[in-house]
């Protein structure tokens, strides 16, 4: 792992990623003064980073690898990003999800023409249909963060913030498993030496938090925080990422994420998921010093769930 | 009212007015068989094109009008224009606005430092109290759409997305006062001779199709469409040029724009208002044939009131 393997996926993936937009708000540079990026990933692809660490390691496959196909596990971000890019690489894609997973996520996933396989809705079940069906067909797992080349696509969009903005003080990502903030720091110290990568996650699921403090892993015990993709744990090649190249990690409220989050809907116009929205809910909360500095914010992703907003709307003009 | 007013107005107001992002979605493209890019003034200062010619306006008043202040009668997107352009040029702006005007808009018009007086929720309540007003300072009222400096702001939308987009055969843009359309049109017809305009409004406020097919304006009479920005008549100038320059008006039904909004929300992650949706609501019901074309498409805000949705997010946190 290093930064040569983050320019390398940059080359590999960019005629096919999203080359995201870098917005910023004069209200919020004003409010903090600062000078903050958002880089969009709520504008990529499935409308998430995932796709840029999925691509980057389904085409990383060896010739056979390719023909017997792919597998995972998940109902998020992850699933519909490997989904896609196996799609566009004209691999074989299976995804194990939950039976509960939501209708949008599954009919998505399918959309892109993957075969998904349902399973009861516990780690357990998830995990032992996912190495059944590896022991029988020899698909190829691809897990959402504990591998190098996913590592190294997550990390393609910082490395395009900062060589598009130039020298940062500051960049901040979300943290769930890890992936997402061990590729931005990686890009990013590679880029400018001198920048401090904060990681930010829920209060009410501080698992890395509390890792980082121990020492060692402590399992997250999949909380209910409103911030869905942040529910995981650290693996061994995260945490030691995590450990070595991000200065601090912070955690933030429910409360203070959906605060955020209404700033980038109400003020910045833009879609962006709770667990998108942690890095703002950091900034806004006051929890990380910006003052006269200049930022790089990932913002990781913008789906979420907008059918009750909608069935408000449509009430409203039936009634009227 | 000419090309070179647009022209003008652009060198005038490009430094202070938002560059507003150009989006485009594969999705979107695919679907439609055409190139369709969105120039996303809900981006623009105060989230909607108003303050294109809001600024543009009272750039040009002279010395003395500048002294004596503004005054304009609005609840919505010109409102707040009119009180941040007044705010950068240092000038007093009077906003007359209905006493159940929406808190957010309210609060939104005083932060930008302007003097807001309540009337009655009538339009001849409105337009008494603007009239005594200016009777007794000599304010001079910034009409949102009968005024060609207004015009010729709003233009600069269109002109912007064809400078960096190039030519395109057909634009179309949203129609209520005919303000933007007709701004839009002149742009357009200036920079791309052959091209096709197109202007939208809803079904339930459909009284510009009907002046052009009568010959003379038909007042529409305050509708309740969901599409709050479109609900005003046309003026004898914008009539006259959107006679002269605007090839086709097509209707929408208020499903129809919930759809495309919706389309906009999910798929693309941009929050645009009702008003803006009405463009992507005819080429998604078919009204437009836009096969094979490149087609410019004006998102004109995106103000819409989510406290709904994010006290439907609360109250599930809070359960939690």
Chains 1, 2 share one sequence.
Not at 18 to 38: D, G
């Amino acid at each position: 792992m290093s930064f040569q393997g983050i320019e390398e996926a940059f080359n590999r993936i960019s005629n096919v990623v999203n080359k995201t937009a870098v917005m910023t708000s004069r209200t919020l540079n004003s409010l903090l003064n600062a000078k903050i990026y958002f880089k969009c990933e709520n504008f990529q692809r499935v409308g998430a980073f995932k796709f840029r660490g999925a691509y980057n390691a389904l085409s990383l496959l060896s010739k056979e690898a390719k023909k017997r196909g792919v597998i995972t596990h998940s109902s998020g971000n992850h699933a519909q990003a490997v989904a896609l890019a196996a799609s566009i690489l004209g691999i074989k894609a299976t995804i194990v999800m939950p039976k509960g997973a939501p209708t949008n996520k599954i009919k998505a996933t399918k959309d892109y023409g993957a075969q998904i396989v349902f399973c009861d809705n516990s780690l357990e079940a998830r995990s032992q249909i996912t190495e059944k069906l590896i022991e029988k067909y020899n698909y190829k797992l691809i897990h959402p963060y504990d591998d190098n080349d996913i590592i190294c696509g997550q990390g393609t969009a910082a490395y395009e913030l900062i060589k598009e903005i130039g020298e940062l003080n500051i960049v901040i990502a979300p943290l769930g498993g890890g992936g997402l903030l061990s590729g931005t720091a990686l890009a990013a110290k590679g880029l400018c030496p001198e920048v401090q990568i904060f990681g930010v996650e829920p209060s009410m699921a501080d698992d890395a938090y509390r890792s980082i403090q121990a020492g060692y892993i402590i399992e997250s015990t999949y909380p209910e925080t409103i911030a869905d993709g942040l529910r995981t744990s650290l693996c061994e090649r995260t945490f030691t990422i995590i450990q070595k190249f991000v200065d601090q990690i912070v955690t933030v409220s429910e409360k203070e994420i959906i605060n955020a989050m209404r700033f980038l809907w109400e003020r910045m116009k833009i879609i962006i998921e709770p667990s998108g929205s942690v890095s703002l809910a950091a900034l806004l909360s006051n929890k990380i010093n910006t003052k006269n500095m200049k930022v790089g914010i990932i913002l990781s992703g913008g789906n979420i769930d907008i059918a009750p907003f909608f069935q408000l709307l449509e009430k409203r003009v039936v009634q009227s």
